[in-house]
């Protein structure tokens, strides 16, 4: 319920509204309790350490460079999601602002593991921003705090759209997917450092939570607001080339006859491309639903899911 001169009308949990239960974001905050709990300092980084102490040179550079970005990522995303989430507070989207209450608190996890990790397996305590690239900075220092500041003055669902395509769509569903694919694929191989992988592995799965909220999002933005989809895509074009160069200027720092882990820059190029293909799938197979009909669609999706999940075990 919203506020007229600085006043609430009421309260929707007692108007006879209540809460949508079977909404996508109550759905995604029923998952976020039990998933998205787990506590960063239970993670046991001892084999970490000896791990980190018997690696080479040219491997710790590698990993030490990614934790840097990660934690760097995770720190923007955590400082900045408060202006979206205080507009889609504004429009009364009650179950929405809950499940976002679980978004913000698991950012705010995800520095924290980082940043333990930095300090307790590679005692990292120089300044790391020598690690930032042109277009890494470029997103996350420019880009990303620009289109979700703005929301504070122009709350419109025009700038939301900006604002989530930038947020979810790029730096969450292409660079941290991209990101924590490729050193999940590095590290096991090796079997090395489990304690940093397990909590990957983690942070992967809030972050598909995530990302499922800000498809969700936008489809119901775009297709609600005229010229919605073409805000999307010129948005998403305009940060798809900054975002492949995120990960040429990270391998630009190694030898490819001679790459850490044996990794290859292309195997995270392409996936980088699927994973912006994928989001822009989904945005194009519910062009043009309607509100029920998308949640319909995002609901099949998080149902078949789960289905895939209890398959796996
Ligand atoms: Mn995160
Ligand atoms: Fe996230």
Redesign the pocket.
Known sequence: MGTVDGARRGYATISGRGLDWDSVPMRLFQKAKRLGTWDPQAIDFSRDSSDWAAMTTLERDFILRTVSLFQAGEEG?TTDLLPLIMAVAQEGRLEEEIFLTS?LW??AKHVELFRRWLDTVAAAHEDLSRFLTPSYSHLFLVELPSALGRLKDDPSAIAQIRAAVTYNMVI?GVL?ETGYHGFRQSLESSGRLPGLLEAIRLIAR??SR?IRYGVFLLNRLINATPGGWDVMNVRMNELLGPALSVVTEFWDAYDETNPPFGQRMQTYIDFASSQFDKRMKVLERDRGKSLDEIERSALADLAQEEAAVAVRG
């Open positions: 995303v978004f698991e950012e969450e941290a809030d972050e995530h």
